[in-house]
């Protein structure tokens, strides 16, 4: 909490966490506005507004997070966002299970290792605005299939080793 006095005005009191708590159109505004921003991840965003910088901080995670790729790399089946189908490495290369299983041994074929389903997303905003629709799925299709013979090369050695040791 901050106080404001000037000459003999009255006395402001600025408490930018209730001002957040509020439900107000900035909220979206704001996210809409940052998002233009066209940033590569070195920046350093100063927020000069009133809040508590909750956009800038918005905009920041929105780059940081799991990009939630729309079909399997390998095979290209859907993989919407509600799909209990999807796994993906560290590095969110994306696979449905079949071609994980069958195909992949467990052995990500652009970084060797192991993979996990993928996280949902929220459909619904049941808290801070943070789901679906204000984030979407992806709709960049990375289609590159594994060649079998030699992502069989690739993860003879590995596929033994279990993902948390590699
Ligand atoms: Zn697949
Ligand atoms: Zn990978």
Redesign the pocket.
Known sequence: MHDCQNGNAPLHKWDAERYEALPLPHVEWGKRVVGWLELTGDERVVEAGAGTGRDAHNRLLDMAMLELRPT?E????ALPPHSTEAMICSFECT??R??VENILANVCPNCGGGFCPRPIRPKRDWKNGDYLGAYPASTVVRHRPVHPVLHKKFAQSIQTIPPEMR
Not at 74 to 77: E, G, Q, T, V, Y
Request: glycine share 0%.
């Open positions: 399997c390998n095979c290209n089946a696979f449905c079949a071609c």
